[in-house]
């Protein structure tokens, strides 16, 4: 996801522009592709996606460990999430916003 996510806010005038905008509420703004880690679907969430989407993750889970793997997956994810929700100030996930995610750009302003 990390490389991922750099394309992604690198580009995120434009996906905000051109997709966000664009679709105006008429459509669910899902991200897919990439998800890993609970610290990506944050990511995800913060650039303005509503739901993320996962495939080899799951499986993975599946491939390892059947049923009860596919949960687990899901349930890791949840999980961080959750954790990074809670380090980041966020009781739930509305309060999950483009604040909470630096693009390059921004970062060495945020380290002064
Ligand atoms: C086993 C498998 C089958 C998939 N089949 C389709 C498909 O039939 N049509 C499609 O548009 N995408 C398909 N995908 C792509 C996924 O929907 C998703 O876009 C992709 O896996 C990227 O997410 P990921 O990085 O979490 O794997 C498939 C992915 C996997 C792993």
Redesign the pocket.
């Known amino acids: 996801m990390s490389l991922y996510f750099s394309a992604c806010v690198l580009a995120d005038s434009l996906y905000k522009r051109y997709v966000v905008g664009a679709v105006e509420g008429k459509v669910p703004d899902l991200f897919?592709?990439?998800?890993?880690r609970g610290t990506d679907v944050f990511k995800a969430l913060a650039i303005g996606a509503q739901a993320v989407?996962?495939?080899?993750?799951?499986?993975y889970g599946l491939a390892a460990k059947g049923e009860y793997g596919v949960k687990r997956v899901i349930e890791m994810l949840r999980d961080e999430l959750e954790l990074t929700m809670a380090l980041s100030g966020c009781p739930t996930l509305n309060h999950i916003s483009r604040k909470h995610v630096r693009t390059k750009p921004e970062r060495p302003r945020s380290m002064l």
């Open positions: 897919d592709g990439g998800i890993r989407l996962i495939g080899r993750p799951a499986v």
